[in-house]
Each structure stands twice: as C-alpha cells, then as structure tokens.
C-alpha cells in the first residue's frame, strides 16, 4: 500500500545527534499516523515516536523524550526524527511505519514498514 523509504542512519559518538528521514508515499495520508520504531539484535521492535500528518500531534516514548523530535513536512511527504544527546543504548535499526488511524505505539496497528536504517552510537 504505503511505500516508505528511511534514510540518515549512521555512526555517531554517545552524546551526538543524527537525523532520520521517511519519504512517504501519497497514500501514507489516507492512514493519518506515522510512526519510528527501532529493534536492536535480541530484542522486540520498540516505539519510539508517533505523528499525525492532519495536526501534528505526536506520542513519544519515554525511553526517548526530552531527547528525540519527531516532525513532518505534509509538502515534502516525509517524516523526521530528530535524536540528540544519543547514547550507546539507542543503537539499533530504526524503522518508519504507516496504516494507523490514530497515534499509537502499537506496532500491529501499523501496516507498512520502510525498510530501516542502521544507527549506531558509539560510547
């Protein structure tokens, strides 16, 4: 349904900041959330931030608040998730989602997943 593409991934230093971007496809709109979600090796996809192309309107985890933005530009179709003061722990692949009608960090209410993108912080 909803192609999505994940870029800015990289290595950076515990304390640095990166950069994700999620172009979406015309139909990501018709589905109002999106959403990051991030999976380390071993573990369970985790949420990480939701929002709403309508309003804006976001969800963050508490694992990330205070740290990570999450934003989107409706004329561009693409979603960002902005991540500062980075830590060894936040290494993982980052994944952007779409489908949901509402914020959720539910990842089985999201539908369509990019493809990912590898971030890795460095202590």
């Known amino acids: 349904q909803v192609h999505l593409v994940e870029s800015g991934g990289g290595l950076v230093q515990a304390g640095g900041s990166l950069r994700l971007s999620c172009a979406a496809s015309?139909?990501?709109?018709?589905?109002?959330?999106m959403a990051w979600f991030r999976q380390a090796p071993g573990k369970e996809r985790e949420f990480v931030a939701a929002?709403?192309?309508?309003?804006?309107?976001?969800y963050v985890s508490s694992s990330v608040k205070g740290r990570f933005t999450i934003s989107r530009d409706n004329t561009k179709s693409t979603v960002y998730l902005q991540m500062n003061s980075l830590k060894f722990e936040d290494t993982a692949v980052y994944y952007c989602?779409?489908?949901?009608?509402?914020?959720?960090?539910?990842?089985?209410?999201?539908?369509?997943w990019g493809q990912g993108t590898q971030v890795t912080v460095s202590s």
């Open positions: 015309e139909g990501a709109f018709s589905n109002n959330a």
């Open positions: 989602a779409a489908g949901s009608r509402r914020l959720t960090g539910d990842r089985d209410l999201y539908g369509d």
């Open positions: 929002i709403t192309w309508s309003t804006g309107s976001t």
